[in-house]
């Protein structure tokens, strides 16, 4: 077995060729990746097969997570695989996050293969990890709640701030805010049973006045492989958070947007991490009913919103359409 084998997450094209090539003269068997989710799954698949690479070499930036990110991820899930972090964009900020990120070396672009190898062999070899150490335990069943989106819209002549306030106090209304889009209204409800949540709309959000335009979309786990419930566990421990939903959303930053999304089901299982990995994702929901996907997104601005909607999500393959529903303040209305 190759005993110098290397997973390389770059973007650029040429890199990878070069890189890849130089390696080859020196006796390194090369795996390149060109995003980032293509790079944690090629590490999933390598450890399935009990063959981990010796060394990645992962790029600060890359079209669909950010490298600082997905370096805390692989030290999380892999701490035997060393790590060298390259840049084109290097700074000394940089350089001491993906240190204190427990990056084993830095490189910026652009470097000699000589200088890469140089790197690989002054990083001293880690002993294996046995599985069990990195896996977690599993744990105990918990009983788990239920949760659905509700988007709404109202009639011109409806009071928005009185009914938003009477929403907002209601029983198993988890969320509730005003929107921009679309709909007038978005609402995360959650209750023991979904026929619950069924009861609330029907019996109240429904007779409120001026309401219409009701879309119900209750919460789903999205089939997905063990790899990628892997990468999106890790992920969670990473960011300090729990699993799941908006219920854990923290509204510190100046924009917040709900982001709708109709995808090709067959392309879930790539899409759905990303999203999840995405800098300015708070939640991400797999639903039923009119939209695949809603993420909660949070920015400096709703243009900072837009510009990684256009650059990181509207490109993944598989996406079909995008909805955005900026978070507004009533007197904004």
Do not use: H
């Amino acid at each position: 077995m190759n005993e110098k084998r290397v997973l390389l997450i770059d973007d650029e094209a040429s890199l990878r060729r070069s890189v890849a090539l130089g390696l080859l003269q020196k006796g390194y068997e090369t795996n390149p990746c060109e995003s980032g989710m293509k790079g944690l799954q090629a590490l999933e698949s390598s450890k399935e097969q009990k063959n981990l690479p010796n060394y990645v070499v992962l790029d600060v930036r890359l079209p669909d997570i950010d490298g600082l990110k997905l370096l805390k991820v692989i030290k999380l899930i892999y701490p035997e695989v060393p790590v060298v972090m390259i840049t084109g964009y290097g700074n000394d900020a940089t350089a001491s996050d993906a240190r204190l990120d427990k990056a084993d070396a830095y490189l910026e672009k652009p470097f000699t293969i000589d200088e890469l190898t140089r790197i690989f062999a002054e990083i001293p070899q880690k002993s294996a990890v046995a599985a069990a150490a990195i896996e977690e335990s599993a744990e105990p069943d918990r009983e788990k709640a239920v949760s659905v989106y509700v988007l709404m819209n109202f009639s011109d002549t409806a009071n928005l701030s009185e009914v938003y306030q009477e929403m907002y106090f209601m029983e198993n209304v988890l969320y509730c805010d005003a929107i921009k889009g679309d709909f007038d209204m978005a609402l995360l409800l959650q209750a023991g049973k979904l026929a619950d949540l069924q009861a609330l709309v029907e019996n109240k959000i429904k007779k409120l006045p001026g309401a219409k335009d009701i879309c119900f979309m209750p919460v789903d786990s999205p089939q997905l492989s063990d790899s990628a419930n892997n990468i999106i566990g890790s992920m969670d421990k990473v960011l300090g958070r729990e699993k799941g939903n908006a219920g854990n959303a923290s509204f510190s930053k100046s924009a917040s947007s709900y982001v709708f999304l109709e995808i090709e089901k067959d392309k879930l299982e790539s899409i759905f991490p990303t999203l999840y990995l995405n800098d300015q994702v708070v939640s991400c929901d797999y639903i039923k009913g009119k939209y695949d996907i809603v993420v909660l997104m949070q920015g400096a601005s709703f243009a900072e919103i837009d510009r990684n909607i256009q650059a990181k999500i509207k490109p993944l393959d598989g996406v079909l359409r995008i909805k955005e529903m900026p978070i507004i303040k009533l007197f904004e209305m």
